[in-house]
């Protein structure tokens, strides 16, 4: 019997999702699965590849109610039969974590950290989470109110970046720049603010999958190219074992359960490795995971299913990601269809 598995997270502009690249990890699992795509928008890219999804349907917001997108999951449920569903974005997780035992019920399955878990890894809990262990954080500071940027600065001093509760981070060189990201980014996540302190050196990122805290597989990532959104557009595996061995302490302090990925940056001056973040889902460089011999998208859909997965930390260092734009050629009608039905069947 073919399984059904639906995924969000499908933009993939200059601050991509990682959902197209968990489908493409998905489309060359040995599960073969039947794809579905779940988007927020019309014109998200991922709602036209046709070659890595059978239809896709367009969900409400993460800020709408959780009644509102339990009643569309069911609708697509009654129409696709989903068997797994993979969310893929930070914002959603909440809403996802709340319906999972209803949706549970209806025999959709999820593998997601619980409400503890999540809120132990966000970036305003992160010191108090791991002030008992040797991890080194950067100094960081939540703030509600601008005002508040001037008096932070006197303790870290510029450059800073300035941090969404859940996406984007900017590097301020000075107070006005700062000002003018906390309304940015204000604007578009709201509020706290996060100000970080400024750590020349080398970014290294995990990408991990792990079970009851348990590291199960993952590949580290050094960028080899960054947006001016902080966002890796060129990545190659390497071998790391102290990246490696603090990553596997952080999850099992955590006791994380799903996908995840934890940014690192080695300080040039000292050589000690800092933990900056850690976000609760794949990151949108996943497909390198896969490409370097560990298809992390396809242990998480096994998980779901309710197999065991063998531990697997064996992957190819040396092997590049460059990220590039593509052009969707489609007819007008998939664009109607979205518009009108919110919905789109390739197969029609």
């Known amino acids: 019997m073919t399984i059904c598995v639906a995924v969000t997270g499908l933009n993939a502009v200059d601050s991509p999702g990682p959902g197209v690249p968990i489908l493409r990890s998905l489309k060359e699992s040995s599960l073969k699965p039947k794809l579905i795509g779940l988007a927020y928008d019309v014109l998200e890219p991922g709602n036209f590849m046709k070659e890595l999804i059978d239809s896709t349907y367009i969900i409400p917001y993460p800020n709408a109610s959780r009644e509102l997108l339990l009643e569309r999951i069911l ?10 569903i993979i969310p893929a974005l930070d914002s959603e997780l909440d809403n996802f974590i709340a319906i999972s035992e209803q949706l549970n019920k209806k025999n959709i399955k999820l593998f997601l950290p619980d409400k503890r878990q999540l809120k132990m890894r966000d970036k305003t809990m992160l010191k108090d989470t ?17 005002t508040a ?6 303790k870290i ?39 970080q302190k400024c750590i020349i050196g080398e970014e290294l990122n995990t990408c991990a999958f792990s079970r009851n805290g348990k590291m199960i597989s993952h590949v580290v990532m050094k960028k080899m190219y960054v947006t001016d959104k902080g966002k890796a557009w060129a990545g190659v595996t390497i071998s790391n074992p102290d990246v490696s061995e603090m990553s596997i302490k952080i999850l099992k302090k955590i006791g994380w359960n799903g996908g995840c990925e934890l940014e690192y940056i080695m300080e040039n001056k000292t050589g000690k490795i800092y933990l900056l973040e850690i976000n609760p889902r794949f990151p949108a460089w996943v497909y390198l995971t896969t490409a370097a011999g560990l298809n992390l998208p396809e242990m998480l859909l096994k998980a779901c299913l309710g197999e065991e997965t063998p531990e697997n930390h064996t992957y190819k260092p040396g092997i590049i990601f460059v990220r590039h734009s593509w052009d969707e050629i489609v007819p007008m009608k998939y664009i109607e269809s979205l518009s009108t039905k919110a919905e789109l069947n390739h197969k029609d």
């Open 75 to 84: 609708y697509i449920h009654e129409k696709v039969k989903l068997d797994v």
């Open 130 to 146: 791991l002030e008992d262990s040797d991890v080194l954080l950067p100094e960081t500071y939540t703030i509600q109110d601008s």
């Open 149 to 154: 940027i001037a008096q932070v600065a006197e």
């Open 157 to 195: 001093g510029y450059p800073m970046f300035v941090k969404g509760i859940f996406y984007e981070a900017y590097l301020a060189r000075n107070l006005q720049e700062a000002v003018g990201f906390f309304y940015y980014i204000a604007g578009k996540w709201g509020i706290p603010i996060i100000l």
